[in-house]
């Protein structure tokens, strides 16, 4: 009695499916009192050994057996029948498989492995290599209680091995959507965006200095990294900051290191970005944004290739390319005295403008199609797809925010639509009104409503929405706009920063 709760403690303990295999395979053998073993499955080419215990059994283990040749396990597996065969004399044997091995088969017990279906899925062989074959007890009960242990034990083992092939599509899954991550790139095949690519290209065969500039959100930083994968500094790091989301004072410790003392908190050195990508590339997004005194030190990277850590008087040697990126004007914010005249120069010998999402409206419904398929991937759900009126309102629609609102959007919809389907009034809880923008010739005289009333265009706007529902979105679209600056985003609503702020706080608006 102690043999088969062995044998029950054997495969229920155990998850690793190589490690159960080789447990399940090991208690049939004791209770057989033989020394030879092997589990066969049903695979793409034929029959395929998974697990092979005994002397000399490593030439078994990973070998198939063709559908087209005689086997005992082909023959268990087919038919789903227990069978006794003895080697060398029935026509079933593949004899084949021992032709490595000393000492051979006598007889060969051979039990079929079921899923809860009933489907024979594999096959488990206990073979005798006594003289005379008289190791195996083949009394009738005994083999009856054998076949129902096997029964138990082929369960989990198929479980195990389901659930190893799962683990093993996940971790392809994660590879893919790493790799869709690392190499992502613009999306499109307007003449507009293939000739800021063909430009791209032809600026990574250079190591100059290259200023894109653009809207917030079309994609500046997508390019910059398009432009270090092409270039000879791939193998480096690809390094970004954004020269508007941080205090002055932290950003210059972010770029150019410091050293251990610096200041309060610095307890150890600490090297910046310049010095980390080394021999590769920097991305400075937003530098528009940059103050006034950093921007004389961005100069002496480009000028001398030197650095100087906070709290040295030493200078570094770096290499690196610099490329920024900004949606301002900067010969205006020269003309205001907001950006150094120089610097500008040295950032812009290579000039580079990304078209905003309007200016390239053949593009959105690749867009559109290539974040429903990425989100889809990423959440492990199923693909859904815009209806005709959908679509219709979307590839309508301006996009203010570029590529950047686009793929929110897209991440939006996926979560709060419930079938696969994305229907127009699906839309409302994006769109503050969820109707195709006309066309000039279709508009309505000034002061005109959508029904030839005034104010019928406001009402479609405004119409269900709440005071504070409208403050929301109105709050949401010049954080967004300015890339959640929030002092730019007040500064365009014309309130102070405090009052902004506490707006967002009453709104429960957070990043």
Same mark, same amino acid.
């Given at each position: 009695?102690?043999?088969?709760?062995?044998?029950?403690?054997?495969?229920?303990?155990?998850?690793?499916?190589?490690?159960?295999?080789?447990?399940?395979?090991?208690?049939?053998?004791?209770?057989?009192?033989?020394?030879?073993?092997?589990?066969?499955?049903?695979?793409?080419?034929?029959?395929?050994?998974?697990?092979?215990?005994?002397?000399?059994?490593?030439?078994?283990?990973?070998?198939?057996?063709?559908?087209?040749?005689?086997?005992?396990?082909?023959?268990?597996?087919?038919?789903?029948?227990?069978?006794?065969?003895?080697?060398?004399?029935?026509?079933?044997?593949?004899?084949?498989?021992?032709?490595?091995?000393?000492?051979?088969?006598?007889?060969?017990?051979?039990?079929?492995?079921?899923?809860?279906?009933?489907?024979?899925?594999?096959?488990?062989?206990?073979?005798?290599?006594?003289?005379?074959?008289?190791?195996?007890?083949?009394?009738?009960?005994?083999?009856?209680?054998?076949?129902?242990?096997?029964?138990?034990?082929?369960?989990?083992?198929?479980?195990?091995?389901?659930?190893?092939?799962?683990?093993?599509?996940?971790?392809?899954?994660?590879?893919?959507?790493?790799?869709?991550?690392?190499?992502?790139?613009?999306?499109?095949?307007?003449?507009?965006?293939?000739?800021?690519?063909?430009?791209?290209?032809?600026?990574?065969?250079?190591?100059?200095?290259?200023?894109?500039?653009?809207?917030?959100?079309?994609?500046?930083?997508?390019?910059?990294?398009?432009?270090?994968?092409?270039?000879?500094?791939?193998?480096?790091?690809?390094?970004?900051?954004?020269?508007?989301?941080?205090?002055? %004072?932290?950003? @210059?410790?972010?770029? !150019?290191?410091? #050293?251990? +003392?610096?200041?309060?908190?610095? =307890?150890? /050195? *600490?090297?910046?970005?310049?010095? %980390?990508?080394? @021999?590769?590339?920097? !991305?400075?997004? #937003?530098? +528009?944004?940059?103050?006034?005194? =950093?921007? /004389? *030190?961005?100069?002496?990277?480009?000028?001398?290739? @030197?650095?100087?850590?906070?709290?040295?008087?030493?200078?570094?040697?770096?290499?690196?390319?610099?490329?920024?990126?900004?949606?301002?004007?900067?010969?205006? @914010?020269?003309?205001?005295?907001?950006?150094?005249?120089?610097?500008?120069?040295?950032?812009?010998?290579?000039?580079?403008?990304?078209?905003?999402?309007?200016?390239?409206?053949?593009?959105?419904?690749?867009?559109?199609?290539?974040?429903?398929?990425?989100?889809?991937?990423?959440?492990?759900?199923?693909?859904?797809?815009?209806?005709?009126?959908?679509?219709?309102?979307?590839?309508?629609?301006?996009?203010?925010?570029?590529?950047?609102?686009?793929?929110?959007?897209?991440?939006?919809?996926?979560?709060?639509?419930?079938?696969?389907?994305?229907?127009?009034?699906?839309?409302?809880?994006?769109?503050?009104?969820?109707?195709?923008?006309?066309?000039?010739?279709?508009?309505?005289?000034?002061?005109?409503?959508?029904?030839?009333?005034?104010?019928?265009?406001?009402?479609?706007?405004?119409?269900?929405?709440?005071?504070?529902?409208?403050?929301?979105?109105?709050?949401?679209?010049?954080?967004?706009?300015?890339?959640?600056?929030?002092?730019?985003?007040?500064?365009?609503?014309?309130?102070?920063?405090?009052?902004?702020?506490?707006?967002?706080?009453?709104?429960?608006?957070?990043?």
């Amino acid at each position: 009695m102690d043999k088969p709760f062995d044998f029950y403690r054997a495969v229920s303990e155990e998850l690793d499916p190589e490690r159960l295999q080789s447990k399940f395979l090991s208690a049939l053998l004791d209770l057989q009192n033989v020394e030879r073993g092997s589990l066969w499955v049903r695979s793409e080419k034929g029959y395929t050994c998974i697990e092979a215990v005994g002397a000399q059994s490593e030439s078994i283990k990973s070998m198939t057996i063709g559908f087209g040749q005689s086997s005992i396990v082909g023959w268990v597996i087919e038919n789903g029948k227990m069978t006794v065969a003895e080697a060398g004399k029935d026509a079933r044997h593949f004899w084949q498989a021992e032709r490595n091995i000393d000492i051979k088969s006598r007889l060969i017990l051979c039990f079929p492995l079921l899923l809860t279906s009933g489907e024979v899925y594999g096959a488990v062989q206990l073979i005798d290599t006594s003289a005379g074959g008289k190791s195996l007890n083949l009394e009738e009960g005994y083999l009856a209680l054998l076949q129902q242990l096997i029964d138990i034990g082929s369960i989990a083992l198929s479980n195990s091995l389901a659930f190893s092939r799962q683990a093993q599509e996940n971790r392809k899954l994660r590879q893919t959507l790493e790799a869709i991550s690392d190499r992502e790139s613009m999306v499109g095949r307007s003449a507009a965006l293939l000739a800021v690519r063909k430009r791209a290209g032809e600026y990574a065969r250079t190591d100059f200095p290259v200023l894109i500039t653009g809207e917030s959100g079309s994609g500046k930083e997508l390019l910059a990294r398009e432009i270090h994968r092409l270039s000879g500094r791939s193998g480096g790091a690809f390094l970004a900051q954004n020269c508007s989301c941080i205090p002055d %004072s932290l950003l @210059e410790s972010e770029l !150019f290191g410091y #050293e251990k +003392g610096a200041f309060t908190g610095a =307890l150890k /050195a *600490k090297p910046g970005l310049f010095e %980390s990508a080394n @021999e590769g590339t920097v !991305f400075l997004d #937003e530098i +528009g944004d940059m103050p006034l005194p =950093l921007q /004389a *030190k961005i100069l002496r990277v480009i000028q001398e290739g @030197e650095i100087k850590p906070i709290g040295t008087s030493r200078s570094r040697k770096v290499n690196v390319r610099i490329i920024s990126a900004t949606n301002r004007d900067l010969q205006s @914010e020269i003309g205001r005295e907001n950006f150094r005249e120089d610097l500008f120069y040295r950032l812009n010998v290579l000039p580079l403008r990304v078209p905003a999402l309007r200016e390239r409206p053949e593009d959105i419904g690749l867009l559109l199609e290539h974040f429903l398929s990425r989100e889809a991937l990423r959440l492990g759900t199923a693909r859904k797809r815009f209806s005709a009126e959908a679509l219709r309102f979307l590839l309508d629609y301006e996009w203010p925010g570029n590529v950047r609102e686009l793929e929110n959007f897209v991440k939006h919809i996926m979560v709060i639509t419930p079938g696969e389907i994305i229907a127009g009034e699906d839309l409302s809880h994006h769109f503050i009104c969820a109707a195709p923008r006309r066309a000039e010739e279709e508009k309505p005289a000034r002061g005109e409503g959508m029904n030839g009333a005034a104010g019928g265009a406001e009402a479609c706007m405004f119409d269900g929405c709440s005071w504070e529902e409208l403050e929301r979105r109105y709050v949401l679209h010049l954080l967004e706009k300015n890339r959640w600056h929030v002092t730019r985003a007040a500064k365009e609503a014309g309130v102070n920063r405090s009052t902004f702020d506490s707006r967002m706080k009453k709104l429960n608006i957070r990043k």
